[in-house]
């Protein structure tokens, strides 16, 4: 543990390589063919991902019984899972739009897997409000548009919010993605000499030139586009905790829903970041793009966010002891003391203990250790949601329907399925797109742009 | 060569620096239809080129305006006006609750918008036929250089004089673009035979899945559309009960509710002797009649019982119920034609419970009443 030089800005790209090097290094594993590595990797995401056929069938088939859903536990692995899956989005928004606001250098490397993990995530996530309403070929419901029912939508329900929310969401964060890549496929138009990509990249490039006079206006519009992605990536999560906080049920019924749960995802989605982009960097020799000190950067938003999870977690506790409504109370002493108190301490060590441990630069900079905590972050993650969505609903107000949530096969099959499904797409966008935005990268190596004179 | 028509001239830098200072000079010589191209933004390069800022913002301002202007509006016409519902005791256009969907929607009109008149009007995207593609200058400034490229139609333009201004500003190279064949003589593709195909494929393939899928699929199994039920309708068989009927006889000795069995068949004046009207005449009473009668008594019996008939010829008209003999009949009387029917009139028995024939009755007097009206009765 050396001593820093603090009067040195850190390089965000470490040992100013050549420009076409980089080109290079990032397009390789578009240009080379599959290795046995990536085979081996897919199989079992594509095994995964039949888990997750296998369980649909089911439960288009026989029924949403399949699941070990009852009243009055309605929500179970559903609704956690989507929860989760929306929250690990949010990480690659926040590094694409709010760190680029605060003009950030260091999420260049990161920014396009970032933002390539957001639209996965929020795929899988679509998925499950989508099955739990158990016909989902039934869906467009959801949407107001004329019907032969003459019937609107109901537009101050929270779940109608979530189906603006998310399908925004996704759109939003597919048109910053594509707007990032443009120059991308460009570059790759002009440096492939394979017939048919050249044709695809000519086509989704749409003719880009690299012009100033481009540029400027490109420029502008990816500011005007982290701009809206900023509010709207906390709206997002916000409307989300609204399907809670809206309702009357003991233990959702709270105000510290919104930033606890836009926290919560920032929390989760770093986590996912750092544990994907470890392997990346290793695989396809990015360390000295996606540096340690990047990594480092990354643990202490997980600290930072981490932390706020933790007061959350204990302003709730105390709001229930101090709003003096008796089932509240009994909600919160239930989450810790009763029959799922198991899943709150996975939780609590999960989330609030293990990235405290990021306090410790040597932690923080040690790439096996912070790998691990930031698994146990996701797993605590996931605890979370399904801490708060079962544990509420198993104890409502009468004693006579309380219930255990039994998960079955079926739950576990899908909800695998869904680690089969966002990885298969993250696999496959490892091998069609660049990982790293080449045009940022080159942009933030060092001597890549002109020297200031006028101050 | 010398058929071939000029493009421009371009010239390549290696640093930043470089590339920045000439272009600073290019825009000073008063040359108009130049550009710079490098592979990433160069911060100070609108400044050099003296571009005036974006307007895009302007258009993300607008579109973001009215896509929450529309929004707002579109849910209190949906929510107020065209379908008004009740909601959790809110009004029907409780604005606070709209505040996410308008959100929503102002964001996706804003992004969508900026990014489209960006890409389809600023910059005239799709544009794969222009001269600069595929030239070596194109292939350089999209990886690691830096270039300066100044139109053939510039009214300055002069080869000779170009080609020696940008050695003068330090160029690695200069070289000149020219337009290929294809590029002059490129027609627009949208009327080629080849594409109009296209589009007619696509046009019978989309409308051919869509019907296919709303129509075939989705009736298939599993999708049943609860049409098979674990539950018996009538006359269905069933294996629980012993004679293999799923519906059921009433268990014998027992009579059900509202099904008392009419006692005066056939003895209408007897009915009129012993029955009474046994549903006391109320606001509440008469409102129903009124309802059952209009229902089921004045299509023929007209609306105030004066035989006004609507079935025009096509049924007998009946006689006026204000008649001398019908309004001194009495109540159990009337009962005995709803229950039994009269000439040509069926009876009523199925159509109306007991309850509500009384009803009805009540109601009858109220217009019998109404339309022979005492001169005590305006007191």
Known sequence: MGTADYSQEIQVIEGKPALRELDDLISKPLESKPDKKFYIALSITGSMLGLLVVGLGLTFYYGIGMWGNNIPVGWAFDITNFVFWVGIGHAGTLISAILFLLRQKWRTGIARFAEGMTIFAVMTAGLFPLIHVGRPWLAAYLFPYPNQHSLWVNFTSPLLWDVFAVSTYLTVSLIFWYVGLIPDLATLREKTGNKIKKVIYSVSSLGWRFSNRHWQHYEMVYLILAGFATPLVLSVHTIVSFDFAVSIVPGWHTTIFPPYFVAGAVFSGFAMVQNILIIIRKIFNYEHIITLNTLEKMNKVMLLTGSMVGYAYAMEFFISWYGGVEVERFAFLNRALGPYAWAYWTMISCNVISPQLFWFRKIRRTIPVMFVIAIFVNIGMWFERFVIIVTSLSRDYLPSSWHIFVPTYTDFMILIGSFGFFFTWLLLFTKALPVVSLAEVKAAVDGAQPTQKDH | ?379
């Open chain 2, 1 to 379: 060569m010398s058929e071939k028509i000029l493009y421009g001239c371009t010239a390549l830098f290696d640093s930043p620096d470089s590339v920045i200072n000439a272009a600073a000079k290019v825009a000073e010589e008063g040359y108009v239809k130049y550009d710079v191209h490098t592979p990433y933004p160069l911060h100070g390069m609108d400044k050099a080129m003296k571009l005036k800022p974006s307007k895009l913002g302007y258009i993300a301002l607008i579109f973001g305006l009215s896509g929450a202007s529309a929004a707002m509006l579109t849910l209190w016409w949906m929510s107020a006006v065209d379908y008004p519902l009740v909601i959790g005791g809110k009004p029907f256009f409780p604005y606070p609750a709209y505040i996410p969907v308008v959100f929503e929607i102002t964001v996706l009109s804003a992004s969508i918008a900026t990014v489209l008149s960006m890409l389809f009007f600023f910059f005239k995207f799709p544009n794969n036929i222009h001269p600069l593609h595929g030239t070596r200058y194109m292939k350089k400034v999209s990886a690691d250089k830096y270039g300066i490229l100044i139109q053939a139609d510039d009214p300055k333009f002069d080869e000779s004089l170009v080609k020696a201004f940008f050695e003068n500003t330090g160029a690695a190279e200069v070289d000149l673009v020219y337009w290929d064949d294809e590029e002059i003589s490129h027609n627009n593709s949208i009327l080629e035979p080849k594409f109009l195909i296209f589009l007619l494929a696509a046009a019978v393939i989309t409308s051919g899945a869509t019907y296919v899928s709303f129509n075939k699929l989705l009736y298939i199994i599993p999708f049943n559309w609860m049409s098979e039920q674990p539950k018996l309708s009538a006359q269905q068989a069933s294996p629980v009960f012993k004679d293999g009927f799923g519906m059921r006889q009433p268990v014998a000795g027992t009579v059900a509710r509202g099904f008392l069995p009419y006692q005066f068949t056939g003895q209408p004046d007897l009915a009129g002797e012993k029955l009474t009207n046994s549903i006391p005449v109320s606001k509440r009473s008469l409102e129903a009649g009124r309802v059952n009668f209009d229902i089921y008594c004045s299509p023929c019996h007209g609306f105030y019982g004066d035989g006004a008939s609507r079935l025009h010829g096509q049924f007998p008209n009946p006689p006026s119920l204000h008649s001398e003999k019908i309004r001194n009949w009495t109540d159990g009387r009337i009962f005995a034609v709803i229950t039994e029917g009269q000439n040509v009139m069926p009876s009523y028995a199925t159509q109306l419970s007991t309850e509500e024939r009384w009803e009805v009755i009540s109601y009858i007097r109220a217009l019998q009443r109404a339309l022979n009206a005492k001169e005590s009765d305006l007191k």
